[in-house]
């Protein structure tokens, strides 16, 4: 054993420490030397921060340099491979422009209605900051998905800023030099975008799985198996950092992971992540006036429109309390008139019921008078009777006189006068 | 005299060819990721730098692994220094197995390379993982290292065909 035990020192000792012809640190020393710069870039030490500055603007131009010869043939063999889908892409490109400008009116107003609304509701982000860029370095490693873009702090490209290809969100930036920036791809594992899935409005995070695939994580509902059609996934806006409803791409139905209802939804992005070639870097905020000299016009213009809607707000303050005295008064006459009504009603009813009263007396009195005449012209007949009976005989007509017929009248005045002749 | 100069430049790119290869590996990355295929994925530096430490020592110089280590983790984005240490064990292992080995064979070289492409990543994972929190997918990691492993006898023969025919240097392999 000790033979063996020796060789193995002799030859790890050659291995590591020997320095050949050429070399002038050797391996050990630089291993050593690599696990310091570990350990203090850990630790943020301020020289390593410099150095990597330096580095990577150095890597980032000779990498431009290098990548050269194979974008040229891989843009070659992009340009061979679409002449060649030239006629097939002309003809569909047709039938699809025929059926967007259809589209692109209802759109429109769609748009403008979006911005509305989302204006009422303090919600609407502007565009700020946009620049465009080349990217430099397409390094899809196993490690980690990034890019490298020509654009750096000197053209106000900032840390967190979104990354745009044609609309699509590719991912964020991540890291700023002078000169260029590092932009996180949405495909690397490491990259949590809060996403919403459309239709239904389903809240979820996704991260980055493979080259062309995310994978979301944290569904917060169970039943996306139940929507049957594709499912869109857009950025919700939660958090702050991306607005909401930049497209990211889309759930299939067909997918088995879906039908299945696992947990891992695998979600094809839009673009394809390996044909990058110029990207929109872009920051977003809420809209804002600034102030100058237009703005300040305008802002006097509100200062006079918001007096004159206080003046009016006074005015109508003035109304409004005119009013409810006029009301007051006006329900006060109201039931002063409800009760005079009511006391006009009942008048109304006694003067009738006296009028009946007065013609019933009127009646009565009618009566008695013809009761009384009668009566009247009953005691005439009475004592009439009485001085015929005492008195006839002086003015009745027979054989001897000559006076009055009985029954006469020239009797009645003879009898009434107690038989005395005129 | 341009004779002299041409051949001295000829004889300048023979010799640093291994560099050149590894920088431009470095600052470019033969992964063929613009052909767009899901599964594959390769570490060609780690191929370069085990074939020419192994078979041609003079080569390559450890400063510039370690330089252009420090270039991949720029271009990577990994924290700087972590691809430098990879570079120089894979250089250490190389030399290792160099020196202790009589008869030289690709099948033995390339289960010895496999061996420390292993520990190499297994090291990485666990760095960037638990110390810097990166999140690696394990899955692709595998991925690599087994084409990293496989086509490791394709580079190999490639390089023994480079170095005997065209660069002209019949001690190689």
């Known amino acids: 054993m000790e033979p063996s035990r020796d060789d193995f020192v002799i030859a790890l000792r050659s291995a590591f420490l020997k320095k050949g012809t050429q070399q002038r640190f050797s391996l050990l020393s630089l291993i050593f030397f690599s696990i310091i710069l570990l350990i203090l870039g850990s630790f943020n030490f301020k020289a390593i921060n410099y150095v990597k500055v330096v580095i990577k603007e150095i890597v980032y131009r000779s990498s431009f340099i290098v990548t050269g010869p194979e974008n040229f043939l891989k843009n070659n063999y992009l340009i061979v491979s679409n002449h060649l889908k030239l006629y097939e892409e002309n003809k569909k490109n047709i039938a699809e422009l025929n059926y967007l400008r259809g589209k692109d009116l209802s759109q429109k107003i769609n748009i403008l209605e979006n911005i509305k609304y989302k204006k009422l509701i303090d919600d609407y982000f502007i565009g700020e900051n946009e620049t465009f860029a080349k990217v430099l370095i397409d390094k899809q490693s196993p490690f980690l998905r990034s890019i490298i873009i020509n654009k750096g702090s000197k053209n106000n490209i900032k840390l967190g800023m979104v990354v745009l290809d044609e609309g699509y969100l590719i991912g964020k930036i991540v890291e700023v030099n002078f000169f260029s920036s590092r932009v996180l791809l949405i495909s690397d594992i490491n990259s949590k975008i809060p996403v919403s899935l459309q239709p239904g409005d389903i809240q979820a995070i996704m991260s980055g799985k493979d080259k062309q695939e995310g994978v979301l994580q944290y569904v917060r509902d169970k039943s996306l198996s139940e929507i049957n059609e594709e499912i869109q996934v857009l950025t919700s806006g939660a958090g702050g950092l991306f607005k909401n409803g930049i497209p990211i791409g889309t759930i299939a139905i067909d997918d088995e992971i879906l039908v299945n209802n696992k947990e891992d939804k695998i979600v094809d992005f839009h673009r394809d992540f390996s044909q990058l070639k110029y990207v929109k870097v872009i920051s977003f905020s809420k809209e804002k006036n600034i102030l100058d000299l237009s703005s300040k016009e305008d802002s006097e213009i509100l200062n006079e429109k918001i007096e004159e809607t206080n003046q009016q707000q006074e005015t109508l303050r003035i109304l409004l309390a005119q009013k409810k005295i006029a009301d007051d008064i006006r329900v006060k006459i109201q039931k002063e008139n409800y009760f005079l009504r009511n006391e006009r009603i009942r008048l109304k009813k006694e003067s009738e019921f006296l009028r009946n009263k007065s013609d019933r007396l009127k009646n009565e009195i009618l009566i008695i008078k013809r009761n009384n005449q009668k009566n009247k012209i009953e005691d005439d007949e009475i004592e009439f009777l009485k001085k015929n009976l005492i008195y006839g005989h002086k003015c009745r007509k027979n054989l001897i006189n000559n006076l009055y017929k009985v029954g006469t009248p020239e009797y009645r005045k003879c009898v009434l006068k107690k038989g005395l002749k005129k | ?173």
């Open chain 2, 1 to 173: 005299m341009n004779k002299i100069r041409q051949n001295n430049i000829i004889q300048n790119i023979q010799k640093y060819f291994p560099i050149i290869l590894l920088f431009i590996s470095v600052l470019n990355d033969f992964d063929f990721n613009n052909l767009g295929l899901i599964y594959f994925s390769f570490n060609f530096s780690y191929i370069l730098i085990f074939y020419y430490s192994l078979k041609k020592s003079e080569s390559l110089g450890y400063v510039y692994i370690f330089i252009a280590g420090l270039f991949n983790d720029i271009v990577v984005g990994t924290p700087i220094g972590i691809s430098s240490l990879m570079y120089l064990i894979l250089c250490g292992a190389a030399a290792y197995l160099r020196n202790i080995t009589l008869r030289p064979s690709l099948i033995k070289d390339s289960i010895f390379f496999l061996i420390t492409i292993l520990i190499i990543n297994s090291l990485l994972f666990i760095y960037l993982n638990f110390i810097f929190n990166h999140e690696l997918n394990y899955f692709e990691q595998i991925i690599n290292i087994t084409y990293t492993f496989f086509l490791y006898f394709l580079f190999a023969n490639l390089f023994d065909f480079l170095e005997k025919n065209i660069l002209g240097n019949r001690h190689a392999g």
